[in-house]
């Protein structure tokens, strides 16, 4: 293949595509196995909400036209259920875009990003795509270390990432904590509050991220239509921050970023407040039983805000890795993590959990 590596900018070379969990059809291919769960994305087993399903039916009739570009409807009935101005919101394909958007529209040469580690990978991928250096601060237990990260903010500083749960650990830090460090921040950085996972935590007071940017503080609040409401295959999440800094992202944001099968049934999802309600139940029992059985094998876990745990296997994760998927269900290795012992696993339907436990016994006795 030809050298291409002059054709780009230098910092494009240090990126590395996306490595996603492993696709169900790609393992039955590979294994011949024919029924095979994924416990590895952090998607939502109960789908979306039937609303959500009629509204895309009748959405799709109308594909031959571009979507609206500013998402009108989903943007007034998601300020009315906030209780912020329409003017606070950006939509995205996924949060993951407006992560983008923030390293796009905020970063520029000489600036730093403070980001735990380990965290989510995109946020690292914002930064390398400007060619911005992240400092990354390691986890103390598992959870953000807020003062250690405080201690890696300069002068240089323009974002300050947490992933709230943390992906992959689904530990939360406080409002009070997050508060302390947003009030010690300098003027001009900005707090990116990734709460991808905010529907599945135990108690929603946790986080004042929506106060903050109704207030006007540098905060960028993330949440998506991928979890809780089951709809990660659409792609569609959003961003709530003040004015000025939304103001900015939307300059950069791409024309028709967000489809109108996706804001069809992102709207009705939030008409449907018993499908996050029956998600947040199945999650809590799986934890429970998740819990109860790791405790009986006698493996540490991390308990979890979010829906998924993070398990020390207490060997190769890899190894833990192979045997579950030659069982058929797919984990995640926390080696991509920097945790070679350690594996993260959503939470499923009951038999699947059930699934899961009895696949990793079998690989652990072996
Ligand atoms: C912490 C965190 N933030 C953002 C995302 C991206 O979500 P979306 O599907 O909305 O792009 C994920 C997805 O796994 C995540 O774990």
Known sequence: ????????????????????GKPIEEVKRELGI???????????????????LEAMRQALLNVAQ???GSCYELRHALARHLDVGPEMLIFGAGADEIIHYIGVALLEEG???????????????????????????????????????????????????????????????????VEAVLDKLPERCVMVLDEAYYEYVD??????????????RNVIALRTFSKAYGLAGLRIGYGVGPRHLIELLERVRLPFNVN???????????????????TRELNRRAKEYFYAELDKMGLPY????????????QRDCKEVFDG?????????????????????????????NERFISALREVLAK
């Open 1 to 20: 293949m030809a050298d291409s590596s002059g054709l780009c900018r230098k910092c494009i070379l240090r990126l590395t595509p996306y490595v996603p």
């Open 34 to 52: 024919e029924d095979v769960i994924k416990l590895a994305s952090n998607e939502n087993p109960l789908g979306p909400s039937p609303a959500a």
């Open 66 to 68: 571009y979507p609206e």
């Open 111 to 177: 600036d730093e990003v403070v980001q735990a580690h380990p965290s989510f990978v995109q946020y690292c991928t914002a930064a390398t795509l400007m060619d911005c250096p992240a400092r990354l601060v390691p986890l103390k237990n598992w959870t953000h270390d807020l003062e250690a990260m405080l201690a890696a903010v300069n002068e240089k500083t323009k974002l300050f990432f947490i992933s709230n749960p943390n992906n992959p650990t689904g530990t939360i830090v406080g409002a009070n904590e």
């Open 203 to 216: 108690d929603l007071g946790y986080t004042r991220s929506i106060e903050w940017a109704k207030a006007g």
């Open 260 to 278: 109108s099968v996706a804001q069809a049934g992102a709207l009705a999802s939030l008409s449907d407040p018993e499908q996050v309600r029956r």
């Open 302 to 313: 991390t308990p979890t805000q979010a829906n998924f745990v993070w398990i020390d296997v």
């Open 324 to 352: 579950l998927l030659r069982r058929g269900v797919i984990v995640r290795t926390g080696d991509i993590f920097g945790a070679p012992t350690h594996i993260r696993v959503t939470t499923g339907t009951d038999e699947q």
